[in-house]
C-alpha cells in the first residue's frame, strides 16, 4: 500500500474522522492556521477531518493536521485594551531576568531560566 492510499479514509472507517492525503482535502475545510489567515476561528466545532503524510523522522511514521469546517468557523474575537495590557505584561515578564531583575530587549531563555550573565557568571568575569 502506498503513502497517498494509506492516508485516504473519506468515510472515516479506519481512523474514526475523514482522513485525506496531504494537500488532497476537499474545498470547504481549513486547518486552524488557514482559518486565522482568514480571519476566522474554530468556534468551539470539533474536528471535521484530519490530512494525514508519511514522516520518516517521527516515530508514529505519519504526521497530522486536522482540519475544521470553514461554514460553521466564527470570526476572530477583536483584541480589547485590556488584552493588550496582559499582553504587554507577559512579554515584559518574558524579558526580565528572575534573578537579576534586568529587562532585556530579547525574550530570556526557557533552557535556561535566567539571562545568559547570570547563567554564566565565570565566563563573563574571564573575558
Same mark, same amino acid.
Given at each position: 500500500?502506498?503513502?497517498?492510499?494509506?492516508?485516504?479514509?473519506?468515510?472515516?472507517?479506519?481512523?474514526?474522522?475523514?482522513?485525506?492525503?496531504?494537500?488532497?482535502?476537499?474545498?470547504?475545510?481549513?486547518?486552524?492556521?488557514?482559518?486565522?489567515?482568514?480571519? %476566522?476561528?474554530?468556534?468551539?466545532?470539533?474536528?471535521?477531518?484530519?490530512?494525514?503524510?508519511?514522516?520518516?523522522?517521527?516515530?508514529?511514521?505519519?504526521?497530522?493536521?486536522?482540519?475544521?469546517?470553514?461554514?460553521?468557523?466564527?470570526?476572530?474575537?477583536?483584541?480589547?485594551?485590556?488584552?493588550?495590557?496582559?499582553?504587554?505584561?507577559?512579554?515584559?515578564?518574558?524579558?526580565?531576568?528572575?534573578?537579576?531583575?534586568?529587562?532585556?530587549?530579547?525574550?530570556?531563555?526557557?533552557? %535556561?531560566?535566567?539571562?545568559? %550573565?547570570?547563567?554564566?557568571?565565570?565566563?563573563?568575569?574571564?573575558?
Amino acid at each position: 500500500m502506498s503513502a497517498p492510499t494509506k492516508c485516504f479514509d473519506p468515510a472515516g472507517a479506519r481512523f474514526g474522522i475523514p482522513t485525506y492525503p496531504w494537500h488532497f482535502a476537499p474545498d470547504g475545510y481549513a486547518t486552524r492556521r488557514q482559518l486565522r489567515a482568514s480571519g %476566522l476561528r474554530p468556534g468551539g466545532q470539533e474536528a471535521a477531518a484530519q490530512i494525514m503524510r508519511t514522516h520518516r523522522r517521527r516515530k508514529a511514521g505519519v504526521q497530522v493536521a486536522f482540519l475544521y469546517r470553514v461554514d460553521r468557523a466564527k470570526p476572530v474575537r477583536p483584541m480589547t485594551s485590556r488584552k493588550w495590557g496582559a499582553l504587554a505584561l507577559a512579554m515584559l515578564a518574558r524579558r526580565t531576568c528572575p534573578q537579576c531583575r534586568i529587562t532585556y530587549s530579547y525574550c530570556i531563555p526557557t533552557s %535556561l531560566g535566567m539571562c545568559i %550573565l547570570c547563567a554564566y557568571p565565570e565566563e563573563q568575569r574571564a573575558a
